[in-house]
């Protein structure tokens, strides 16, 4: 069975989170949609390590603050008749942090949370981001000290 993770890497500027999203590439699975980044995790890594691992292939950066998002991304899959909870991270980035992409993208944008719906389509997606997006932003919601990675 493979073991999958959810990163969703964003940024804060002005007091306001955007997102980093990717297109993927016309060569690669989910061709030429807007996603996070994901990926599969390896036999000897934990999942977190796999999403710190995945962020840094896909982008080329490490987080400044490492969380795991109180929430799973959940789906059936038809093809292998079986249903996914993936466990979901943010990753803060610096302001000014220069996206190197992978071949598996061909673009990337930084979008507000107002503009996801335009290019994430699945829903769970969006609903992390939406979850992720309150909880840097609403008052009464905060990062919990038992949801942060400390990373070196």
């Known amino acids: 069975m493979k073991k ?59 987080p400044v603050k490492f969380w795991t998002i109180p929430s799973v991304n959940s789906f059936y899959e038809a093809e292998t008749d079986m249903v996914h909870a993936i466990p979901a991270f943010a990753a803060e980035l610096d302001v000014d942090a220069q996206v190197e992409l992978d071949e598996e993208h061909s673009g990337f944008k930084w979008v507000s949370i ?24 609403d008052q009464y919601l905060e990062i919990l000290p038992e949801w942060i990675i400390e990373i070196s």
């Open 4 to 62: 999958l993770i959810d990163v969703y890497p964003y940024r804060v500027k002005e007091g306001n989170p955007y997102f980093l999203i990717f297109k993927r590439s016309s060569e690669k699975v989910y061709r030429n949609q807007w996603r996070m980044v994901g990926g599969k995790i390896k036999k000897e890594e934990s999942s977190w390590e796999g999403a710190l691992r995945e962020l840094k292939e896909e982008t080329g950066l490490t």
């Open 114 to 137: 107002d503009e996801i719906e335009l290019y994430i389509k699945w829903p769970e997606q969006r609903r992390l981001m939406k979850l992720t997006h309150d909880i840097l932003t």
